[in-house]
């Protein structure tokens, strides 16, 4: 069974910062990996997806990288704002359809 | 908005009670999703329905039914629930194995 870490559970920036939040997974295979963004409440808004054929993803101030062998993924956040606050999720797909999250990392990026 | 809408987005219901949650997208996605949210906890996979068959039940306890009429529509069906299973029930759809689009959730709680 796929078991997803994400570290660390929160996290407090002041405001510019740069933000590193990680990811691990213990199956290496994978389809592909996802980040999601979740607001108090709300539902998931993925940021980025990058297939397991990819070393990484980059949208904006965001980037992800991915190391399958080592079961790793980490996402930064450049230049982070107030508006970056929120839960950050890892999701791993590794089995047709199925997703495998893990807890996520609370940011709160201080202004 | 990821065009993935849940109804109601809150359900205060006590243990006797039966109610459903209901999920709708016109995306034209083949594969719908029930996730649950617990505090604290990894979002957990429920049900997973592919051209309206049912292919994956994460060993979820019979008080919930699923029902999926269509490929656009997705019910869950809830009776004599436990207040363990308090929780953000969200909903999502995918086209196939790429990136899944969520809903903003359903916030049940079980007196």
């Known amino acids: 069974k796929q078991e997803v870490t994400q570290i660390p559970a929160a996290l407090s920036v002041p405001e510019g910062e740069n933000l590193v939040l990680n990811c691990s997974f213990t199956d290496s295979a994978i389809y592909n990996l996802q980040w999601f963004r979740q607001d108090p409440g709300k539902g998931l808004t993925s940021l980025l997806l990058?297939?397991?054929?990819?070393r990484e993803q980059t949208s904006g101030r965001l980037n992800a990288s991915l190391d399958k062998s080592s079961g790793r993924s980490t996402l930064y956040i450049a230049a982070s704002q107030p508006g970056d606050s929120a839960t950050y999720l890892c999701?791993?797909?590794?089995?047709?359809?199925?997703?495998?999250f893990g807890a996520g990392t609370t940011v709160t990026v201080r202004a | 908005e990821t065009g993935v809408t849940q109804t109601p987005r809150h359900l205060v219901m006590g243990m006797t009670n039966k109610k459903s949650l209901k999920c709708e997208q016109h995306l034209g996605h083949n594969a719908m999703y029930w996730y649950k949210q617990s505090a604290k906890k990894p979002l957990e996979l429920m049900f997973v329905y592919n051209f309206k068959e049912q292919t994956e039940n994460n060993s979820v306890p019979s008080r919930f039914s699923p029902e999926c009429p269509n490929s656009s529509h997705l019910f869950l069906h809830l009776h004599t629930l436990q207040p363990e299973d308090s929780a953000l029930y969200l909903c999502a759809s995918s086209p196939t194995t790429d990136t899944q689009y969520f809903g903003p959730g359903t916030r049940l709680t079980v007196l």
């Open positions: 990058i297939q397991s054929s990819q």
């Open positions: 999701a791993v797909d590794s089995n047709d359809y199925k997703l495998s």
